[in-house]
């Protein structure tokens, strides 16, 4: 079946391309979500106006997915999730949570369908996560799962770790305090049982 885009199809074409395509996906896809027509001698003759008009959008659209990707590239989320023992997640961290985490995180409303993730996040750990802003620009971020209350409990021990490292620090300069102060003890008894020998 030969189609013309109306739309930018990722992995198809730009809007204005003629393209050959299964019948299945043309008729239960492409057709019914209004991202191509029939490739017909009418509208052929329309392909060319089609395809200025979506460039002028396409330029615009481009300039500002480049600034949201400015602005979300790098950008870290952490998410809580009930886990067993093994680190498999109970549930899953999915592209809706993601789009929602970064509306929430930064204001930017990013569409679940641009949040490239093959399946659900289903283990704890760190995962480089890409958003396909446009067909040739993406950026990534970077999703972290946390076994449920990990986000305190992290916190918790950064605390821990630097109350521990404050009590290590304070014992290092009491210990080397009374090493300076047994010294001069020692030296002290050596001279007495000299004196005693005498």
Do not use: C, H, W
Request: aromatic share 4%; no cysteine.
């Amino acid at each position: 079946m030969k189609v013309l885009l109306i739309e930018d199809v990722d992995n198809l074409g730009y809007a204005g391309d003629i393209k050959e395509v299964k019948n299945g996906y043309g008729r239960n896809y492409l057709l019914p979500q209004q991202l191509a027509i029939l490739a017909t001698p009418g509208a052929m003759k329309q392909a060319e106006t089609i395809r200025k008009a979506a460039e002028k959008v396409r330029a615009q659209e481009r300039a500002d997915a480049e600034a949201i990707s400015n602005q979300i590239s790098g950008l870290e989320l952490v998410f809580e999730r009930r886990a067993g023992e093994t680190g498999k997640l109970y549930g899953s961290v999915t592209s809706n949570d993601i789009a929602e985490a970064i509306l929430e995180k930064t204001g930017i409303e990013i569409d679940k369908r641009k949040v490239a993730l093959p399946e659900p996040v289903r283990t704890l750990g760190v995962q480089e996560v890409t958003i396909k802003l446009m067909i040739d620009l993406s950026t990534t971020i970077q999703v972290e799962v946390l076994p449920l209350g990990g986000i305190l409990e992290r916190e918790r021990l950064s605390q821990a770790e630097a109350a521990e490292a404050a009590e290590v620090l304070e014992e290092a300069e009491e210990a080397s305090g009374a090493v300076f102060s047994e010294a001069p003890a020692e030296d002290t008894a050596t001279e007495e049982d000299e004196a005693d020998e005498v």
